[in-house]
């Protein structure tokens, strides 16, 4: 049985209330006990700050792929005029998404939404075939007019047709025995479709011992400097504060002089407003009431440890929460005695009349003084607490679920006949007025709602290369890998290159540039922006930080609808070297490790490179709520031989044969500070000095802070004749002059992977190499190590190789085992497939969660 849940109740302002946390933990219990059903939970992505935080909630109990978000146009609040169009689509939009993703069930979490924010409900607007349940917290407002629905005709509107959507329900699940007797006589229902599923709280209340720094911060933050009596919840009318601040006031005043009455939790202003003039009425000082606002559940869990008595003077509730919550913190709890409380605190003495303050005033008075009193309702507290429990609560909600399913056969709708008959049903509405924008927000929700019906998209960000490659480091893993992956896809998705720009807004298919590289022609007049699904990939392979950040709000909301993202970390060399990159590349890269960190994945290229990011990140990394998930891989080397071959320079054959003539000695990358170029020049100027007659070829482009370096090259007497610095180098020209070389140079400070020493070890080219970790992760035992920055040091370890290779005795780099782009295309997937399932990582204190 598929059973989708609409969790809104955990989005909208009720998240702040009772209700929100009801549904969440139902939902989540509901996930723990659910066997052989499968669960979807459907979220409202209008609300795009709840997303996250209901994800986190999930992960590790439910796949992050069953949790599905719609859209519909905006606003559609009913306490706002002029929406009205928008949320007779909304409807539609909602119901048609939810039948979309073939359910046998669905479980509305609260149906009374939308009034005051953009939650949207319905029941058999648009889906009249599939079985609904909805969670019945009470009726009070149906049973208490004059209070909620007589003075507030919008309101009135608005609750009385969310009456007539739960008739079309197929069944209830009350909240207490009390919940269901009032349904069954209000609403004329027979007793068995009504399912009293009761209550419980989160696990995280709980007695704790809170040290005395954290009480002392506590207090302090919420102005609570004495032993205070304690109140949590909403602030209408039957919540009955008005009455709880008048009966604490006629407490004797020197009695109440060491103590707080505290208020706690979100209320409207004109609710607190209203409190403080009774406050002020009945003779209280200001700081005698506080009135807390907002609180996170972990403050919430510690004030109701600290508190010296927690009163709920409710006189109607479906259950209270608050009640339980405040007993599962070991609170002594005393409530009114009337809806559902004494069933849900299951003691007699612990009650009093809600509607009498002297009654109020009584309890609350040997409450406060009374030891013996005050032991009891602690020790009730573990006797009572036991009859509660979320997964007693899931179990029987699924239960009734499973009475109604038993034996039926459901006809599933194609999904594009769904399309279909929702564009008809919003256009048979009567008299709909929307504007341009709301229809292409509409087709854009109905469109984008709808459940991938093929392959998912594994789309790879080329946003560099596909712009103007530069054939640098980076452009040519990407090339290379983008291949590879356009060859062998990862199983079940369709590569996809896409790229974005730092000027418009979303990423576009780079259907051009892939034709290009696949040597294809191209009428494409202009690139279509991408279409994201639930279960897409988002791979930033190419490096282009200022398009990231630009991109970052984009690439949320995309993550927020179900799409992987991850990045390629290629090196942290700007934070681990800033001596070695101009002014602000440091500040430049924290910046955009900063943002990829918010997503959901980094792959870096070596295990020194992961280990450099980890460090960074259990510093700098940001709080999240779900893990963040790091893994590694290592690159190919195959030189790329599809690309059109150039020409050879007309000193090629020259500058070969000179190499050819005596050992040479060969440097490959970008000449940029931290690739050690001057002091292997300097240590060549100590070796020629000796009349040791060898060469070193440079190849790369010139790159920053070595204006003086250049200069010095050019003006050097070797130039040309023992020193060569080779600046534009295709494939084809540096494979040539691999074969010609005797040994490669890494003598860079830092770097992510070290590429060269894998293509060197490809033609049997010997290798020196600086000491550094990724050095020996890619090279092991099969290259010569130096150490330290002094040229003539470094000339020394290449005299001694010498009189080595002379021997027979140098490292060979011929049996080091390097990866083709193939089999480095495939390792990525791998890692991505791995991350997916979190399969093998280990996890930190910091919630970041690495491959070993």
Known sequence: MRIVI???????????????????SLAKAMVRNRGVHEIVI??????????????????????????????????VREREPGNEGRRLAAERIREAFLAALQPDIVHVSSLFEGYIDDAVTSIGVFDNGTPTFVTLYDLIPLLQPDQ????????????????????HASGFLSISEFAASEAIKTLHLSDDFVTNISAACDPIFKVKKISSDDETELRKRFGLYKPYLMYTGGSDERKNLHRLIRAYAKLHKQFRKALQ??????????????????????????????????????????????????????????????????????????????SSLPEVIGLEDALFDPF??????????????????????????????????????????????????????????PIQDISRDVISAIARIDNIQMDEEDLITTAWSIAGNMPVTTTKQLLVDVSEISLGDAKTGVQRVTRNILRELLKSPLDGYRVEPVYGTQDRCGYRYARQFTMRLQGSSTDISEDDPIEVRQGDIFLGLDLQHHVVMAQKQYLEQ??????????????????????????????????????????????????????????????????????????????????DRTETAEALPKDAGLVIGALTTRPSFLMVGTLE???GHRQTVAAFEHLWSYDIDVNLVMVGKRGWMVDELIEHIRRHPEINKRLFWLEQVDDEYLEKIYEASTCLIAASEGEGFGLPLIEAA???????????????????????????????????????????????????????????????SKNLMKAIRGLLEKDQCLINNKNIMYKK
């Open 148 to 167: 909620y629905l007589k003075h507030n005709p919008g309101y009135n509107g608005f609750y009385m047709q969310k009456i007539e959507h739960l008739k």
């Open 42 to 75: 459907a979220l409202n992505g209008l609300f795009p700050a709840t997303i996250e935080p209901i994800r986190a909630e999930f992960d590790g109990l439910l796949p992050q792929e069953n949790i599905r978000v719609w859209y519909a146009p905006v606003p």
């Open 261 to 338: 009455l505290a208020l706690v939790g979100k209320m409207p202003r004109g609710n607190v407003r209203a409190l403080r003039k009774t406050a002020r009425s009945a003779g209280l000082k200001r700081d005698e009431v506080v009135l807390t606002g907002y609180v996170s559940d972990d403050d919430l869990v510690n004030l109701y440890n600290l508190c010296k008595l927690f009163i709920f003077p409710s006189w109607y509730e479906g259950f209270g929460l608050p009640v339980l919550e405040a007993m599962s913190c070991g609170a002594p709890v005393i409530a009114g005695h009337s």
């Open 673 to 675: 500070p931290r690739k």
């Open 762 to 824: 490809k033609h049997g080219v010997h290798i020196i190499a600086r000491d550094l970790p990724v050095f020996y992760e890619v090279a092991g035992d099969h290259a010569y190590y130096f150490t330290g920055g002094d040229p003539y040091r470094l000339a020394l370890s290449i005299h001694e190789w010498l009189k080595l290779y002379k021997r027979g005795d140098a490292p060979k780099s011929a049996d080091l085992h390097y990866l083709t782009w193939e089999e480095s």
């Open 558 to 639: 995309v993550r927020q609808r179900g799409v992987f993202v991850a990045f390629v970390l290629y090196d942290m060399l700007p934070i681990v070297l800033p001596h070695c990159f101009p002014y602000g590349a440091r500040e430049g890269h924290s910046k955009w490790l900063k943002t990829i960190s918010e997503f959901d994945a980094a792959i870096c290229i070596s295990r020194s490179v992961t280990r450099e990011f980890i460090d960074w990140l259990e510093v700098h990394g940001p709080k999240r709520l779900r893990p963040f998930l790091v893994s590694w891989f290592h690159l190919g080397a195959d030189f």
């Open 356 to 413: 009498d303050e002297s009654s109020i005033k009584q309890k609350l008075y040997k409450g406060l003084t009374d030891d013996s009193f005050r032991d009891k309702l602690i020790c009730h507290n573990n006797k009572q607490l036991k009859t509660f429990s979320w997964d007693e609560s899931a179990k029987r909600g699924l239960a009734a679920f499973e009475k109604l399913h038993a034996g039926k056969i459901k006809n599933r709708t």
């Open 6 to 24: 609409d969790l809104q109740s955990a989005q909208t302002e009720s998240r702040f209330r009772g209700i929100g946390r009801y549904s969440m």
